[in-house]
C-alpha cells in the first residue's frame, strides 16, 4: 500500500483496511489478495506504459522520472524497525508499506542465477511473494491487562478462559525470573521458537498426500482429523506448511492463536506430547523430583546471549529444541566454555538457522534451504534470510553442526521407539552416572511409542565435531524399517540401505563429555526421552540417570565467574 499525489494505491489486493505499523513489520486486512510474485509496481501515466516493457529497474525509473508517476523496490532493506517500507525510486511517492510480512528476498524477473543471495546483488531481487495465507498479528485488542506479583515465582503457568456455557482454553504463559531474582542453580530453557515454527501446522495433510501414514498411529490421526487444528487454518499456517501457490511459509507468529500450543493437545502423529506438550512432561518430572528451576524462553536467550545465563550452574533443554538463531547458539557455547553444565535432553536439536523479525514480536523466519528433512524446499536463490542477513538452511551445512555444541547431531527419524542399551565402558569411566540403574537398558517403557529413544534420533559423529573424549553412556539399537535416515546424512542411496534394521547409524547415543573450563553437557539424543520419565509414576530407568546427571551436575564445582 502506498501514497501517490495524495491518493491511496493497493497492490497486491483491493479494500487495504486497518493498517497498522509496528516495529518491523505492518498488519491489516485486504480483499482479493494476490497469490504470486510482483516486482517494482509502478504508476505511470498517458501512453507511456509501453516504454517500459522489457526495461530494467533502473531504466523503469529513468522513463518514470520523465514522464511523470512513480515506481517502488521491493527488494529487501536493512533496516530493521522500517523494514517492511519500500522506498519510492522515483516519482513524488511515499514509501511503500508491505502488510503481512510478503516474502522478500526472493527472485526478480531479471534474476539471472549468477548470484543466489540478495545480499550481493540487491537489484536481481527486486520482487516481493504475496500470500493471501500471510498472517502475522492477528490484531486482537487485549481483554484483560493487570501486573503479575512481584513474589510470582518463575514457572510456566496457563490463563484458563471459561465461557457462560462452560467451555474453556488454558493459554500458556511462561513467567521469567526479573533481574537479580533467581531462586534456583537450574534454568530450563522453553523452546518457544519451536513451538512457533509448529503452530497450526497441517502436516497430517502433507503426510497424507505422501502416502506416509505408516510412520503414525493410526487412531491418532484419525482423532487428529476430528480435533480444530487440521481444520483451523484462518488463524495462518506453521512454517511445515505452505501457501495456496504451494510456496513455503517463511514467517511464523506468536501473534496469533497457536491452537497447537495447548497443555492438553496431543500430536497426531503419536497421540502424546510432543514439543510444548512434550516438555510439560518434563517440567513434571522436576516438579515430583524435588528441582528447584527457573524458566527462560528462547527469546531472552536471543536477545541477551550468554547473560542471561550468567546466574546458573545448569540449563536444561525440552524434548525438541530444534530452530535457534546464531545468538542463541552462540550464548549456549559461551555458556558451555565458560563452566556451565548443559543437558540436552531432546532430539532433532539445533538444526535450522532462524532469524527474528524484531527484539519484541515472538516472529521467526527460516528458509529450507535445499537440504534437510522438510516438507517444502527453498527456490533457487532464495535461502537467505531478510531477518537477520545471513544464510538459511541448516546449522550443519554452516559449520555448526548440533554435534559441536552437544556431541549429537540429527541422524535419523520414524518407526517405533527402542531402550538405550548401556555401553560397559562407560560403566568404568562414568560410574556415578549408573548408580541405582540395574541392568543393561535405560528408558525401557515410554509415553512415546514405547521406549525412549525415538522419533527423532541424534547420534556422535567426530566428523562433525563430536568433542575428543565424549563418552557414550548407552546407544540405542534395532530401529523398526519405518525409522529412516536423515536425507542430509546420505551421499548414495540403494535400495534397503537406510532403513532401522540395515544400518548401525540410525540409532540415538546418549553421551556426557566434559569441557576444559569445568563446563559438561549431557545428552540423550531422542525426543522419546522426556516422555519416558513419568512411567511408573517415574520409578525408571530413564529418570534414575537423570537423577543421576542433575544431581552430579549441581554438587560438581563450579567454575564460573
Same mark, same amino acid.
Given at each position: ?28 486486512? $485486504? ?188 487412531? $491418532?490421526?484419525? #482423532? ?82 550468554? $547473560? ?116 560397559? $565402558? ?77 544400518? #548401525? ?57
Amino acid at each position: 500500500m502506498v501514497s501517490f499525489t495524495g491518493q491511496q494505491v493497493t497492490f497486491g489486493a483491493r479494500n487495504s483496511r486497518d493498517i497498522v505499523d509496528r516495529k518491523g513489520y505492518s498488519r491489516g486486512r $485486504a480483499d482479493n489478495n494476490f497469490e504470486g510474485k510482483l516486482s517494482a509496481p509502478v504508476v505511470v501515466f498517458g501512453s507511456h506504459l509501453d516504454d517500459l516493457c522489457g526495461k530494467e529497474l533502473h531504466e523503469i525509473a529513468l522513463v518514470v522520472r520523465s514522464a511523470g508517476g512513480a515506481v517502488w523496490d521491493l527488494a529487501p532493506q536493512r533496516s530493521g524497525a522500517t523494514r517492511y517500507f519500500c522506498p519510492a525510486l522515483a516519482g513524488a511517492a511515499s514509501p511503500g508499506r508491505l502488510v503481512n510480512l510478503p516474502n522478500q528476498g526472493v527472485t526478480g524477473p531479471n534474476w539471472d542465477a549468477t548470484t543466489d543471495s540478495f545480499r550481493e546483488c540487491r537489484d536481481q531481487y527486486s520482487a516481493a511473494h504475496f500470500h493471501s495465507t500471510d498472517l502475522i498479528d492477528s490484531g486482537w485488542d487485549p481483554l484483560f491487562i493487570d501486573a503479575l506479583p512481584s513474589d510470582l515465582p518463575s514457572a510456566v503457568y496457563g490463563i484458563e478462559l471459561r465461557t457462560a456455557a462452560g467451555d474453556s482454553d488454558t493459554v500458556p504463559l511462561f513467567v521469567v525470573p526479573g533481574s537479580g531474582t533467581r531462586r534456583s542453580r537450574i534454568a530450563f530453557l522453553a523452546s518457544t521458537f519451536t513451538y512457533l515454527a509448529y503452530g497450526n501446522e497441517n502436516l497430517i495433510e502433507f503426510f497424507a498426500a505422501e502416502g506416509a501414514f505408516g510412520l503414525t498411529d493410526p487412531e $491418532a490421526v484419525a #482423532t487428529a482429523r476430528s480435533q480444530h487444528v487440521p481444520v483451523g487454518r484462518e488463524f495462518g499456517l506453521s512454517l511445515y506448511d505452505t501457501h495456496p501457490d504451494g510456496s513455503g511459509i517463511h514467517y511464523s507468529s506468536g501473534l496469533r492463536p497457536l491452537l497447537d500450543f495447548r497443555p492438553e493437545y496431543r500430536t497426531w502423529t503419536f497421540g502424546c506430547g510432543r514439543g510444548f506438550g512434550g516438555d510439560l512432561y518434563l517440567i513434571e518430572w522436576l516438579e515430583w523430583a524435588g528441582y528447584e528451576y527457573d524458566v527462560l524462553t528462547d527469546l531472552e536467550l536471543h536477545n541477551g546471549g550468554a $547473560a542471561v545465563l550468567d546466574d546458573y550452574d545448569v540449563v536444561i533443554t525440552g524434548c525438541h529444541p530444534e530452530y535457534h538463531t546464531s545468538q542463541m547458539l552462540d550464548g549456549l557455547q559461551a555458556f558451555r566454555d565458560n563452566g556451565g553444565k548443559l543437558a540436552y535432553l531432546g532430539g532433532n536439536g539445533f538444526y535450522w538457522v532462524t532469524g527474528l523479525i524484531n527484539s519484541e514480536s515472538p516472529v521467526v523466519e527460516i528458509r529450507r534451504g535445499h537440504a534437510g528433512i522438510r516438507t517444502w524446499a527453498s527456490e533457487p536463490g532464495e535461502v537467505d534470510l531478510v531477518s537477520s542477513w545471513e544464510a538459511g538452511g541448516l546449522w550443519r551445512l554452516r559449520g555448526r553442526a548440533p554435534q559441536r555444541l552437544v556431541g549429537v547431531g540429527m541422524a535419523a527419524q520414524g518407526g517405533g521407539s527402542r531402550p538405550f542399551v548401556v555401553n560397559p $565402558a562407560a560403566k568404568r569411566i562414568l560410574p556415578w552416572f549408573f548408580e541405582g540403574i540395574e541392568g543393561d537398558l535405560i528408558g525401557e517403557r515410554g509415553l512415546l511409542l514405547g521406549g525412549a529413544a525415538g522419533d527423532e534420533l541424534d547420534r556422535v559423529d567426530a566428523r562433525l565435531g563430536t568433542p575428543p573424549g565424549t563418552v557414550v553412556l548407552a546407544s540405542s539399537e534395532n530401529h523398526p524399517e519405518g525409522t529412516q535416515r536423515a536425507i542430509e546424512e546420505l551421499l548414495q542411496v540403494y535400495h534397503g540401505s537406510t532403513s532401522g534394521p540395515n544400518d #548401525t547409524d540410525i540409532r540415538a547415543d546418549m553421551v556426557y563429555f566434559d569441557v576444559p573450563e569445568g563446563g559438561a553437557v549431557f545428552s540423550v539424543g531422542s525426543i522419546a526421552f522426556i516422555p519416558s520419565l513419568l512411567v511408573d509414576e517415574g520409578d525408571n530407568t530413564a529418570s534414575k540417570a537423570l537423577h543421576n546427571v542433575l544431581d552430579h551436575f549441581l554438587l560438581t564445582e563450579c567454575k564460573r565467574t
